[in-house]
Nanobody, 125 residues
Framework: QVQPIEFGGGLVQAGGSLRVSCAAS????????IGWFRQVPGKEREFVSA????????YYADSVKGRFTISKDNAMNTVVLQMNSLKPEDTAVYYC??????????????????WGQGTQVTVSS
């Protein structure tokens, strides 16, 4: 098992930048897909980005392409989501998750087995 732990996030004005990170507790991320999802009250959890740890391939939701960048730090066993040009609609609790989704199914939260506790990102207008 791997336990993702998120840190970072916070409050920023529209147009600003924030970084959220996901560290693995208990073991390395190995062959897991590491996904970032976000959720606002009353809405379903939404896919943001994902990275296949052992290969480094990355994926993005259309809503964040060109603004968010996902990367990994091998030495720290951490996945970083750099968020630039933030908009008020990016406000949400951001969750990190680890799983092994079938090819093409990385946006589906059901294929992720291990979830972090979430971290709040708030973008003011």
């Amino acid at each position: 098992q791997v336990q993702p732990i998120e840190f970072g996030g916070g409050l920023v004005q529209a147009g600003g930048s924030l970084r959220v990170s996901c560290a693995a507790s208990g073991r390395t991320f190995g062959t897991y897909m590491i996904g970032w999802f976000r959720q606002v009250p009353g809405k379903e959890r939404e896919f943001v980005s994902a990275l296949l740890w052992n290969i480094g391939t990355s994926y993005y939701a259309d809503s964040v392409k060109g603004r968010f960048t996902i990367s990994k730090d091998n030495a720290m066993n951490t996945v970083v989501l750099q968020m630039n040009s933030l908009k008020p609609e990016d406000t949400a609790v951001y969750y990190c998750a680890a799983g092994r989704p079938p090819w093409g199914r990385w946006p589906d939260a059901r294929f992720y087995d291990f979830w972090g506790q979430g971290t709040q990102v708030t973008v003011s207008s």
